[in-house]
């Protein structure tokens, strides 16, 4: 049976327990009150007012650091920054050694000693077995002749009981097929039994190959494949002639499963989207009412554009942290499945995109039709349209190198240096007077390039001409950082170095996903 967080007086009534860490692996089997004082001896402290049923849960998960502290230091300073994977490693090793006959050793696997803790082994005899007496119990409760035979009817009750899934007709019918001649109605007990056996033995002996495979080979074992069975015929032959092999599915299988999964989660986020959206109109809103009314702005002002585009890409690059932070465990469990990480990158892009273009639009849409830029709306919106695009790249990668409890304080202070700091109007023309400040400024700020984009498109349609002396000095500040005779130069290399600057974040991103915390994905 299985129990959720037992109570411990709960928890020792059972006869063996058995402790499954990351990708279902063993991590114990053995008597309940065996366990605290097996993983003690790799070095973790019990506390003493904790309930050892949690504990031991929480030691196999790999939220328990060992014992650092004085009086209760690990056995070997070599182990003392043991993974949870390394735990399956331990009770391979621990079940080697009881296997040979070693009794009250230390067995060591990566600098770690391992004391006994009087558990014992599953042979995979008893695991043969095990399944044995499953089916029969099946057949004995579903099957009105125990000793005859059963139709594909009684096969499909049989299965439903055993693996507590409804197989489908095909499955049956392939399985019928199997198992006895072809055009054969009913199968024989002998069998049925014989099948399913067999099917373990060669799911075990895969097992061993791969144990076999992660440990390396042997100076002291022949040169053997153990995939290869006394007919010559090699495991994965063996299954494919069962038609039971199964292939990873390629990249487009996967992206459209995994797109649609995000669209239906997209779906559901639809109140916090809703919030975000709200935000980020009123928001649109309240800076269009600063610079009309409160402040009186010009409508060519840099500076307003400054202010606006920094405000929408410090609130997008926060909304973006939740596309690969939210459910990181999930991703790594199904990395570690077979799961395309190029499939999954793009499908979470994909519908990413969509929230990161519908809000900017309902931010800019509100700031123009408050404010009254006397510009058109399609090319007032790019410059933000592409603000967008560079800021939500950031949030992407924060997310796949940052703890998600540190991303939103990371992900500020990267918009604020890149945005605030580097993209001010103000102070770009000793930013941008040569030299490697030069290079970082047009490699990093976002609103450098972006303002320059507004600025000359305003400065184009409704050619200013201030009275006063500030708006002239204003105006030749803004004309002689961001003016250029060219439109290449004025629209379509800031256009270039944003789509650039975003385009890069995101292989950045999708590098980090891929290849960071790859011993999580376990």
């Known amino acids: 049976m299985v129990a959720h967080q037992p109570r411990y007086s709960l928890f020792t009534l059972f006869d063996d327990v058995l402790l499954l860490g990351k990708g279902g692996r ?34 196999v998960s790999g939220d328990v650091p060992q014992a650092t502290e004085a009086g209760c230091a690990v056995p070997d300073a070599a182990a003392a920054d043991m993974r949870p994977e390394m735990l399956f490693e331990a009770w391979r090793a621990k079940q080697a050694a009881n296997t040979a006959g070693i009794e009250d050793c230390d067995c060591e696997l990566a600098g770690c000693p391992l004391q006994r803790a009087g558990s014992r082994g599953m042979s995979a005899a008893d695991d043969r077995a095990v399944l044995r007496r499953k089916l029969e119990e099946g057949w004995d409760q579903l099957v009105s002749d125990s000793d005859g035979a059963m139709d594909p009817q009684d096969l499909r009750g049989v299965l439903e009981y055993c693996s507590g899934q409804k197989p489908s007709h095909g499955v049956v019918s392939e399985l019928m097929r199997q198992m006895t001649c072809p055009g054969a109605s009913v199968v024989t007990r002998m069998q049925f039994l014989n099948h399913f056996c067999s099917l373990g033995r060669l799911a075990i002996a895969e097992e061993e190959d791969d144990d076999a495979a992660r440990a390396g080979p042997s100076p002291h074992t022949p040169s053997t494949n153990p995939r290869v069975d006394a007919a010559g015929m090699s495991l994965a032959a063996a299954l494919a002639l069962q038609g039971l092999w199964r292939d990873t599915p390629g990249f487009y299988s996967q992206y459209s499963v995994l797109l649609c999964r995000r669209s239906i989660q997209w779906w559901r986020m639809t109140r916090q989207r809703a919030l975000f959206l709200g935000a980020l109109g009123l928001g649109g809103i309240i800076l269009a009412v600063l610079d009309r009314w409160v402040m009186v702005v010009p409508r060519w002002s840099a500076a307003s554009l400054f202010n606006l585009h920094t405000c929408l890409a410090l609130l997008l690059s926060i909304f973006s942290l939740q596309v690969f932070a939210n459910d990181q465990h999930i991703f790594w469990r199904e990395s570690a499945s077979g799961i395309s990480v190029p499939a999954f990158f793009l499908s979470r892009l994909h519908m990413s995109t969509v929230d990161i273009v519908l809000m900017t639009v309902v931010f800019t849409a509100n700031y123009f039709v408050v404010r009254q830029p006397r510009v058109d709306f399609t090319c007032f919106v790019v410059p933000f349209l592409l603000t967008a695009f560079a800021s939500s790249g950031w949030g992407y990668f924060v997310s796949t190198v940052v703890q998600p409890k540190h991303g939103p304080f990371v992900v500020s202070l990267i918009i604020f240096i890149v945005c605030g700091v580097l993209g001010d109007p103000a102070d770009l023309q000793n930013f941008l007077s040569g030299g490697v400040l030069e290079v970082v400024v047009n490699s990093l700020s976002i609103t450098r390039w972006s303002v320059q984009m507004g600025f000359n498109y305003d400065d184009w349609c409704l050619d200013p001409q201030p009275l006063d002396p500030k708006g002239k000095a204003v105006l030749s500040m803004a004309r002689g950082v961001f003016f250029s005779d ?14 650039a600057m975003g385009t890069g974040l995101r292989v950045a991103s999708f590098l980090a996903l891929r290849d960071m915390n790859r011993h999580r994905q376990i």
């Open 486 to 499: 060219s439109f290449f130069s004025r629209q379509l290399v800031p256009a270039a170095a944003l789509v």
């Open 26 to 59: 063993t991590a114990y089997l053995g008597p309940p009150r065996g366990a605290r004082a097996y993983f003690e001896g790799l070095g973790f402290a019990a506390p003493a007012l904790e309930n050892p049923a949690d504990w031991v849960m929480d030691v």
